[in-house]
């Protein structure tokens, strides 16, 4: 059972425009939610967070937006660049503990 | 900030043969740490948490006696494929913490290969 998804395994958008990276999750017990980055061969890297408490949390060009009632979460990345080709990974963790529960990731291109 | 070292980053063995994957918390002490397993194309999934000075907590479906893990001090952590299969080659990451706003850094990964 995927208690964390990610519907759209890959996304393409042009450069400069908008990215909206979507996340849905079923486990009403996740409080704390977060998004990273990944390149091939790599771990994962932090981008942002956001606590359930919150419906929006911003950072430069990232935005994630939470909204509990749905049990949807999304990062919009604007303007997108080239080098936010990565894939994408949403996470949830619960107030139990650190442990993360993550997406299946959306593989994001930005073409020039 | 906050900088964990894995190593190795790619290995290939023999079958039958074991390998072991070192995770270490360089400029911190890290009194948790996590074991991920990414399949080509796929999510990560948690194998197991590793607690300083504990037994691993194991995921459902992971095999204990396979997968060892050791979590000897507040620095490093270390997990060993035991005979090794073609099935088990992966990427394997893991992450330590708690460290900054997202608690848990990762390491890089280690790119297994069992032929």
């Known amino acids: 059972d995927q208690q964390v998804k990610q519907n759209s395994p890959s996304l393409s958008v042009q450069e400069g425009r908008i990215s909206i990276l979507n996340c849905d999750y079923t486990n009403s017990m996740f409080d704390y939610f977060l998004w990273y980055k990944k390149y091939p061969a790599e771990g994962p890297t932090f981008l942002i967070s956001?606590?359930?408490?919150?419906d929006k949390n911003e950072d430069g060009r990232f935005t994630v937006f939470l909204n509990k009632s749905a049990k949807h979460l999304s990062l919009h990345i604007v303007p997108s660049q080239p080098g936010d080709s990565a894939v994408y990974f949403c996470a949830a963790r619960g107030n139990a503990g650190n442990m993360l529960t993550f997406g299946g990731g959306t593989r994001l291109m930005v073409k020039p | 900030g906050a900088v964990v070292s894995q190593h190795p980053s790619r290995v290939i063995c023999k079958s039958g043969t074991s390998v072991k994957i070192e995770c270490r918390s360089l400029?911190?002490?890290?009194?948790?740490m996590f074991w991920y397993r990414q399949f080509p194309k796929q999510s990560l999934m948690l194998m197991a948490t590793?607690?300083?000075?504990?037994?691993?907590?194991?995921e459902q479906g992971v095999e204990k006696d396979k997968f060892l893990i050791n979590h000897a001090s507040l620095t490093l952590s270390t997990l060993t494929v035991t005979s090794a299969h073609p099935e088990d080659s992966s990427f394997y990451i893991c992450?330590?913490?708690?460290?900054?706003?997202?608690?848990?850094?990762f390491g890089s990964g280690t790119r297994l290969t069992v032929v």
């Open positions: 956001i606590s359930s408490i919150k």
């Open positions: 590793s607690n300083e000075g504990s037994k691993a907590t194991y």
């Open positions: 992450s330590a913490g708690p460290t900054g706003e997202d608690g848990y850094t």
């Open positions: 400029d911190f002490q890290a009194t948790t």
